[in-house]
């Protein structure tokens, strides 16, 4: 039987301001609780004095307290795997650093699954306080994730799971981790909770366009096969109109004895297939640099402290 009851792990990026607040408010859940916890923060290449903080806060609360710092930015998901691989605890909470999940809300998730015996627990929100761009970005994501894998569509960073289910995320190697793809494929039972998301207290969240934009492509190179579905679709398709349109100036020709202007059906024929040609040949190196990343076992993040 495991000693630590709860790991909470949270990623931590220029966060100086609510980090301290943020561990007092769910040390004092707990202890109400009356349950055993411990908080693995992953410092996930901030550039202000989060580190600093934590290795205050570790010193203080040497118990409950674990701090990972990563070499640089890795991203969210990838930093909820790095403290995946630190835990003690049998029940996993993961929640995000800006205390918009608020700490008090864990009582729902654990009350659902003391409720149903879920493996996962999603807290889900009925309003978003996120920026319109974050929102924007989110909605994007889930509904590709929805409509290329068959998800719920649903779900949040704010989410219990049992520790089987962590086991089995964390014997995964591949260099891009997408936690929920992970917990949707292992999870046998899901349920959904409301929760309530407020607005951010500190700062400005780190989700640029940029980031958005490359983690949803990303997500669709790494979980998906719907490039290379779209690929073979589509060239199906402009070849057989290719094939019917050569077909009729062919007939034309012989049978019709009409002369066929060649100079501009020729080039537009030119570059429709060769840009398609370069298209497939793109996608299809984009997912052979993926299989080379995966058979050269590259991890997919790097620490640099640790106080465990």
């Known amino acids: 039987m495991t000693e630590v009851q709860y790991s909470v792990i949270i990623p931590v990026f220029n966060s100086e301001k609510s980090l301290e607040e943020l561990f007092e408010r769910i040390e004092r859940f ?4 009356n349950c055993s916890f411990e908080v693995v923060f ?3 290449g901030s550039r202000d004095k989060s580190w600093e903080i934590l290795k205050k806060m570790k010193q203080d609360n040497p118990i409950n307290i674990k701090a990972i710092r990563l070499s640089k930015n890795f991203g969210q998901h990838i930093a909820v795997f790095c403290g995946l691989k630190h835990i003690s605890g049998g029940i996993i909470i993961t929640m995000d650093d800006d205390l918009q999940n608020p700490p008090e809300e864990i009582a729902k998730l654990i009350h659902k699954y003391d409720e149903t015996s879920a493996s996962l627990v999603y807290g889900v929100y009925s309003t978003k306080k996120h920026g319109w761009l974050r929102n924007i970005g989110s909605l994007i994501i889930k509904k590709c994730s929805k409509f290329f894998s068959g998800s719920q569509g649903e779900g949040s960073s704010f989410r ?3 520790r089987e289910v962590a086991d089995q995320i964390i014997s995964q190697t591949q260099s891009l981790i997408f936690i929920d793809e992970l917990l949707l494929w292992y999870a046998s039972d899901i ?8 607005r951010r207290k500190y700062g400005n969240s780190g989700y640029s366009k940029f980031k958005l934009f490359s983690f949803a492509v990303n997500l669709l190179m790494y979980y998906t096969t719907f490039p290379l579905k779209l690929m073979i679709n589509f060239g199906f398709f402009s070849s057989l109109i290719s094939f019917l349109i050569g077909s ?3 007939y034309k020709k012989i049978f019709l004895k009409v002369a066929v202007p060649g100079y501009t059906s020729l ?3 030119i570059l429709f297939s060769t840009g398609l040609i370069i298209l497939s040949l ?3 190196g984009e ?3 993926r299989i080379y990343l995966g058979q050269n076992k590259k991890p997919p993040y790097n620490i640099r402290q640790s106080l465990l």
């Open 30 to 33: 707990f202890k109400k609780l």
């Open 42 to 44: 992953v410092d996930d």
């Open 160 to 162: 219990l799971f049992t």
């Open 191 to 198: 349920q959904f909770v409301e929760v309530i998301h407020e």
């Open 248 to 250: 009729r100036y062919i």
């Open 267 to 269: 080039i537009v024929t």
């Open 282 to 284: 793109g996608i299809i």
């Open 287 to 289: 997912y052979l640099l």
